[in-house]
């Protein structure tokens, strides 16, 4: 046999070979593919979770609808506080001596009624002045009284007489002034060196910064009285969450044992300069003196435009975090489908869902963290 016929026997057979060793490294390769195809478990997809109806009940999961409608509720802590229309500091027009305080806190006070009595020499100068401005007053009337008599009688010129009527009006004015002075500082206080300092309005003392016998610059705080029959809440809301809250909004006020409905009177147009956050007043009822100034609440503030009558609303137990991301568990014929949804507002017990669920699916409100833990499972069996 001669060279060349041996190698065009040997080709084929070369050939074989080397495509025999081609197909046992391909099967090699394959195998991991085939075993990771055979473990992984029937009926897992991604974001699902087959259960049976009887695996359902056993794990207490409930399922419901979600709810459609209705505005968003805002839950913060809140502090009541003094109505600022209600509430007057009481402070001294003059300088001196505390000598008398009438008043303690808590205490009720009529308008008018003396709360404290201020000795100085600047209240005997302005009590000094009433009397001798009473005197002239006094004097000029009595001349101008002579003097119209005298006129009547074709005894003094008509010139005198305008004079002395002249002199009785200047001396009133002195009079009434030196009046206006004393009642802007205080009243009589029971003597010509004493002014009585009284309630601007009428209420309770709800702060006394002045002990007796001390002794005061002039504006400096005496007390601070408050009509408690209406009573604020202070509230502080991010600019998002203020940006739906209107005048008139309705705010649910729970405290230990008590709840009342207040009204928001006013929204801040200003961000507060040291917390960044819109300041809120809610106007709040208060005839029965059920609520204390500096009293820490709980307010569940409505939103206004969160939604409206087309928001879809779910259970805050329905909502679970996969991945860095939200998702509710929509019940299927196999099980539950995670199905992710973008959030609004924390409504109370509810959560506004802006984007994922129609509101007609069927979802897993109670125990949905079962769900989560066994769609975790099912991803470690895939890996």
Not at 137 to 162: C, G, K, T, W, Y
Not at 278 to 303: F, Y
């Amino acid at each position: 046999m001669t060279l060349t016929n041996k190698a065009m026997l040997l080709a084929p057979l070369t050939l074989a070979i080397m495509l025999g060793g081609c197909g046992g490294e391909a099967s090699k390769k394959d195998e991991p593919a085939q075993e990771k195809a055979a473990s992984k478990a029937p009926g897992v997809d991604e974001n699902k979770v087959t259960l049976s109806e009887d695996q359902i009940r056993s794990a207490g999961i409930q399922i419901a609808l979600p709810t459609i409608g209705g505005t968003g509720v805002l839950e913060l802590p809140a502090i009541i506080e003094g109505d600022p229309q209600g509430t007057q500091v009481v402070s001294a027009a003059i300088g001196g001596r505390v000598v008398s305080l009438s008043r303690n806190l808590g205490q009720s006070v009529g308008r008018g009624q003396t709360l404290a009595v201020i000795e100085s020499r600047e209240a005997a100068q302005l009590n000094g002045e009433v009397q001798a401005t009473r005197a002239r007053l006094a004097l000029a009337n009595s001349n101008l009284a002579r003097e119209q008599r005298l006129f009547a009688q074709r005894v003094s010129p008509e010139q005198d007489l305008i004079a002395a009527r002249t002199a009785a009006t200047e001396a009133r004015i002195a009079y009434t002034q030196a009046q206006q002075q004393v009642s802007a500082a205080g009243a009589g206080g029971g003597g010509l060196n004493r002014l009585a300092i009284t309630a601007p309005v009428s209420g309770q003392v709800i702060s006394r910064s002045v002990v007796l016998g001390q002794t005061v610059a002039a504006d400096a705080e005496l007390y601070r009285v408050a009509n408690l029959s209406s009573v604020s809440l202070s509230l502080s809301l991010q600019p998002a969450d203020a940006g739906r809250v209107r005048p008139g909004n309705s705010v649910t006020v729970t405290a230990a044992g008590r709840k009342a409905t207040a009204n928001i009177s006013f929204v801040s147009p200003a961000l507060d300069a040291q917390t960044r956050q819109v300041p809120v007043i809610a106007t709040l009822d208060n005839k029965g003196m059920e609520w204390r100034v500096g009293e820490p609440v709980t307010a569940a503030v409505q939103l206004s435009g969160s939604g409206g009558d087309g928001a879809v609303r779910v259970p805050s137990t329905a909502i679970q975090t996969v991945e860095g991301k939200s998702v509710v568990f929509v019940r299927t014929k196999s099980g539950f489908q995670a199905v992710p949804v973008s959030l609004g507002d924390n409504s109370g017990a509810t959560v506004i869902v802006r984007s994922g669920l129609t509101g007609r699916e069927q979802i897993a409100t109670v125990n949905s963290f079962t769900l989560k833990a066994e769609l975790g499972k099912s991803e470690a069996q895939e890996d």
